[in-house]
């Protein structure tokens, strides 16, 4: 089982990258699915997450309207494009997956598998 999270980089604030989240070993959408961020020296935060058939998101206040999470089961793959980026939104981006009928999660505490973290680092 693995969750493979991709696409973290180096940009201007204003500018945009998408994140992406490869699954292996296992079926996504069997899955609900999210993003989390941890900057240095804080607590990781569930940034957004989507429900089993996409019906169902969630954003954290400081990201909606300019990030948005989607999903496509058949390549079994998670994503997050990221608009408007500001220096407050670099850190460290994990993808997580929890096995649940509906809905979805944004805690940290309920999430089933956790992928390697990319960095997204936006510069002012």
């Known amino acids: 089982v693995q969750l493979q999270a991709s696409g973290g980089g180096l940009v201007q604030a204003g500018g945009s990258l998408r994140l992406s989240c490869a699954a292996s070993g296992f079926t996504l959408d069997y899955y609900g699915a999210g993003w989390f961020r941890q900057a240095p020296g804080k607590e990781r935060e569930g940034v957004s997450c989507i429900s089993r058939t996409g019906s169902s998101t969630y954003y954290t206040d400081s990201v909606k309207g300019r990030f948005t999470i989607s999903r496509d089961n058949a390549k079994n793959t998670l994503y997050l494009q990221m608009n408007s980026l500001k220096p407050e939104d670099t850190a460290v981006y994990y993808c997580?997956?929890?096995?649940?009928?509906?809905?979805?999660?944004?805690?940290?505490?309920?999430?089933?598998?956790w992928g390697k973290g990319t960095q997204v680092t936006v510069s002012s």
């Open positions: 997580a997956a929890d096995h649940r009928l509906s809905g979805c999660t944004a805690t940290t505490n309920g999430m089933d598998y």
